[in-house]
C-alpha cells in the first residue's frame, strides 16, 4: 500500500490531503477563498495566489497531524501542476518539489482534470476502465472516453462558456450570490423551470460539442424584461443547462463503444438537478452510473492524492523542474473545435 | 547552517551560509523559470542544500517570485523541522551596496514597482539603519537624494545611481535584526482587482 500526500491550489481552494492506494483518505484540510473573492464576483488570480502561499504549508502540516503521520512515511508528493491559475498553481507545485526533494521521495505532478476524471474511482472501487465521462466544472466542459490512467479521448467540448461560467454568470446577472453554482441551485429549488423560454444551444445538432453562450444572453434578456421571478430565470437556466448536458451526453454514449460506466465529475456535478437526469439517462441506456460524493465533486486535494497513486502505481513520476502549465489538455490529439480556443 | 532563498528579482540565487560565511551558493538569471529552476538548485548545494535554519526574501519584487521562494522555504522548513525567517529586498540591497562602498554614509534603495512607480526606503551605514519605512511612489514624488540604488535607481532624482540586484550570498552581510521577519510576503501594493458585485 503506498501513502500519497496530495496538494492542490489551481483556483480559490488551498488544499492538503493524505490518501492510500487501498482509497483510505487519511486527512484533507482545505481552506476556501470564497469570502475573499466574493465582493469581485469572481476569482481574482493575484488574491488567490497570496491566499494559497499563506496557508499551504500549515494546512500540510494540520493534515499530517490529523493522519497520525510523519512526511517522511508519505510514499510520493502529488501536486497539481496545471490547469489553472498559474500563480496558485506554482506555489502548490513548488511546495510539492520542495517536499519531496527533502524528504527523497518522488514527486508526481498531476494534471488538475485528470484528478476530477478519475476521482470517481477513489469514491468507488467498483468503477473500471473504460468509461464515458463528463467533465463539468468552472473552466472546463468535456466529454471524455477514459481508457486508463493518462488515456483520454475528448469527444465533446464546450466551443464557448463552461458550463459552471454559465452558472457563475447566472448567479451574478440574477444577484444571487457566489459562488454562482450552489446559488443557482438554491435559488432554482422554489422557481418553475418552465416558466421562462430559455433556448438549448446545439441541442440535437450533429456536431458533439457543448456551447452556453447563448443561453447566458437569454437569462440577460429574460432578467431585463422583468417579467420573471429570479427564481423562475434560475429554475428554468436550470433546466436548460440539464438539457443541454443530457442531449449532449446521450449522442456520446450511443459513440462510446465498451464504456462499462456514465461519469460524472467536477464541480457542477455537485449540481442534484443534473446528478439526477444523468442518472435517468444511464439507467436508460443500461449503464452503471458514477458520481463522487459532493466533496470529492469541488476541487479538493483528495483527488489529486488519488490520482497520484494511480500514477505512482505505473511508475509514473516526475523531474523537479517539471513546468507548472496554465493550459493542459487531457487529450493533447483532440482536434481544435471552432470557437473553442483555450477550453478545448 | 543557514539556507538562503533569494528569488525577489529575475535572478534565482540560492546559498549556505555557516558563521557568516558562504559554503556554496547557486545564482543564476532565470528571468520567469524560478518556478522550475529553484528546487533543482537547493538540491545541487552540498548536502541537497540541507540547513538547521532558511533565510528567505520576503520581497517587495516579482510576485510571482517571492511566492516561489515562500512556498520552498516553508516547505523545507516543514519537513526538515528547521525554523523559517525573512528579510527584505531593501535590507539586503542597502548590506550589500555598504559592504561595496565603506565609505557611504547613506542611501535610498529604490526599485521597480508597479504600474510605473519604485518601491523606494533610506537606510544609513554602519550599523544598518533603515530611516524610514518602505513606501511605493511615482518617481517624481521621491525627494532628491546624493545617492540611489537598486533596480530603479536611474528612475530616481540622484547624484549617482548604482545598478544593484538581490544576491543571496549577501545575506551574510545582514545583521540579525534584519533577519527575523515573519515568512510572509512583502508586497508593496495591493492586488489590483476593484470590487466588482
Same mark, same amino acid.
Given at each position: 500500500?503506498?501513502? #500519497? ?7 480559490d481552494?488551498?488544499?492538503a ?8 483518505v487519511? &486527512?484533507?484540510?482545505?481552506a476556501t477563498?470564497e469570502?475573499?473573492?466574493r465582493p469581485?464576483g469572481?476569482v481574482?488570480p493575484?488574491i488567490?495566489?497570496?491566499a ?5 504549508a500549515?494546512?500540510?502540516e ?8 510523519a512526511?517522511k512515511?508519505?510514499?510520493? #508528493?502529488?501536486a ?10 506554482m ?16 514527486l #508526481? /505532478? ?6 476530477? &476524471? ?9 468503477l473500471?476502465?473504460?468509461?464515458l465521462?463528463?467533465l463539468?466544472?468552472g ?5 471524455l ?10 469527444? &465533446? ?8 461560467e ?9 444577484k444571487l450570490?457566489?459562488?454562482?453554482g450552489? !446559488?443557482?441551485?438554491?435559488a ?5 423551470p ?16 457543448f456551447?452556453f /453562450?447563448g ?5 440577460l ?12 430565470? !434560475?429554475?428554468?437556466?436550470q433546466? !436548460? ?5 443530457v442531449?449532449?451526453t446521450?449522442?456520446a454514449i450511443e459513440r ?5 460506466a456514465l461519469?460524472? !465529475?467536477g ?9 439526477s ?15 463522487p ?10 483527488? #489529486?492524492?488519488w490520482a497520484g497513486a494511480e ?8 523531474p523537479?523542474?517539471?513546468?507548472a ?13 471552432r ?6 | 547552517m ?5 528569488t ?11 558563521d ?7 545564482h543564476? %538569471?532565470?528571468?520567469r523559470g524560478?518556478?522550475?529552476?529553484? +528546487?533543482?538548485?537547493? =538540491? ?7 540547513a538547521d535554519?532558511?533565510l528567505v ?7 510571482t ?7 520552498a ?9 528547521v525554523?523559517?525567517?525573512g528579510?527584505?529586498?531593501? =535590507? ?5 551596496l555598504? %559592504?561595496q562602498?565603506?565609505?557611504?554614509? %547613506? ?7 508597479g ?7 533610506n537606510?544609513t551605514?554602519?550599523?544598518l ?7 511605493s511612489l ?6 532628491p537624494c546624493?545617492?540611489a ?8 532624482? =540622484?547624484d +549617482?545611481?548604482?545598478?544593484i540586484?538581490?544576491d543571496?550570498?549577501?545575506?551574510r552581510?545582514?545583521?540579525?535584526a534584519?533577519c527575523c521577519?515573519?515568512a510572509?510576503?512583502?508586497y508593496?501594493?495591493?492586488? %489590483?482587482?476593484?470590487?466588482n458585485?
Amino acid at each position: 500500500m503506498a501513502l #500519497i500526500l496530495g496538494l492542490e491550489s489551481s483556483c480559490d481552494e488551498t488544499a492538503a490531503a493524505l490518501v492510500t492506494s487501498d482509497r483510505a483518505v487519511l &486527512a484533507h484540510k482545505l481552506a476556501t477563498q470564497e469570502a475573499a473573492h466574493r465582493p469581485f464576483g469572481g476569482v481574482v488570480p493575484e488574491i488567490a495566489a497570496r491566499a494559497h502561499v499563506d496557508v499551504l504549508a500549515l494546512l500540510i502540516e494540520q493534515a499530517l497531524e490529523e493522519a497520525g503521520v510523519a512526511l517522511k512515511e508519505v510514499d510520493a #508528493i502529488a501536486a497539481t501542476a496545471g490547469p489553472g491559475l498559474i500563480g496558485g498553481v506554482m506555489v502548490g507545485l513548488v511546495t510539492g518539489k520542495a517536499l519531496a526533494h527533502a524528504v527523497g521521495k518522488p514527486l #508526481i /505532478a498531476v494534471n488538475h482534470l485528470e484528478g476530477h &476524471a478519475l476521482s470517481p474511482r477513489l469514491a468507488d472501487p467498483a468503477l473500471q476502465f473504460p468509461y464515458l465521462l463528463l467533465l463539468v466544472s468552472g473552466g472546463h466542459c468535456q466529454l471524455l472516453f477514459v481508457e486508463g490512467v493518462g488515456r483520454y479521448r475528448r469527444l &465533446a467540448t464546450t466551443i464557448d462558456d463552461a458550463a459552471g461560467e454559465a452558472f457563475d454568470k447566472t448567479a451574478k446577472l440574477l444577484k444571487l450570490g457566489f459562488p454562482g453554482g450552489p !446559488a443557482v441551485e438554491a435559488a432554482a429549488r422554489s422557481g418553475n423551470p418552465k416558466a421562462v423560454p430559455l433556448p438549448r444551444p446545439l441541442v440535437g445538432t450533429a456536431e458533439p460539442h457543448f456551447s452556453f /453562450a447563448g443561453l447566458k444572453s437569454a437569462v440577460l434578456r429574460a432578467r431585463d424584461a422583468g417579467l420573471y421571478a429570479p427564481e423562475d430565470i !434560475a429554475a428554468s437556466f436550470q433546466q !436548460a443547462v440539464v438539457d443541454c448536458l443530457v442531449d449532449r451526453t446521450r449522442r456520446a454514449i450511443e459513440r462510446a463503444d465498451g464504456a462499462t460506466a456514465l461519469v460524472v !465529475a467536477g464541480g457542477v456535478a455537485a449540481n442534484q438537478a443534473i446528478r439526477s437526469a444523468l442518472e435517468t439517462l444511464a439507467a436508460g441506456h443500461g449503464l452503471p452510473f458514477f458520481a463522487p460524493p459532493l466533496w470529492l465533486c469541488t476541487d479538493n486535494a483528495a483527488m #489529486i492524492g488519488w490520482a497520484g497513486a494511480e500514477r505512482f502505481a505505473l511508475g509514473l513520476t516526475d523531474p523537479l523542474d517539471v513546468v507548472a502549465r496554465p493550459r493542459w489538455p487531457l487529450d493533447p490529439d483532440a482536434e481544435t473545435v471552432r470557437g473553442a480556443g483555450v477550453k478545448a | 547552517m543557514i539556507l538562503v532563498i533569494e528569488t525577489a528579482s529575475t535572478a534565482c540565487s540560492v546559498a549556505l551560509i555557516d558563521d557568516g560565511q558562504v559554503v556554496a551558493h547557486v545564482h543564476e %538569471d532565470v528571468a520567469r523559470g524560478h518556478a522550475e529552476r529553484l +528546487v533543482p538548485m537547493i =538540491a545541487e548545494l552540498p548536502e541537497g542544500g540541507r540547513a538547521d535554519a532558511i533565510l528567505v526574501n520576503c520581497g517587495p519584487g516579482s510576485f510571482t517570485g517571492v511566492r516561489v521562494g515562500l512556498a520552498a522555504a516553508k516547505a523545507l522548513g516543514l519537513a526538515w523541522g528547521v525554523p523559517v525567517t525573512g528579510y527584505s529586498t531593501h =535590507a539586503l540591497l542597502a548590506a550589500a551596496l555598504f %559592504d561595496q562602498q565603506p565609505d557611504l554614509p %547613506d542611501a535610498l534603495i529604490a526599485i521597480e514597482g508597479g504600474h510605473g512607480e519604485v518601491f523606494v526606503q533610506n537606510f544609513t551605514a554602519h550599523p544598518l539603519t533603515a530611516r524610514d519605512a518602505l513606501r511605493s511612489l511615482p518617481p517624481a514624488d521621491v525627494p532628491p537624494c546624493p545617492l540611489a540604488a537598486g533596480s530603479a535607481a536611474g528612475r530616481v532624482s =540622484a547624484d +549617482v545611481a548604482i545598478m544593484i540586484g538581490p544576491d543571496a550570498r549577501h545575506a551574510r552581510l545582514l545583521p540579525p535584526a534584519f533577519c527575523c521577519l515573519p515568512a510572509t510576503a512583502i508586497y508593496g501594493r495591493a492586488p %489590483d482587482a476593484k470590487p466588482n458585485p
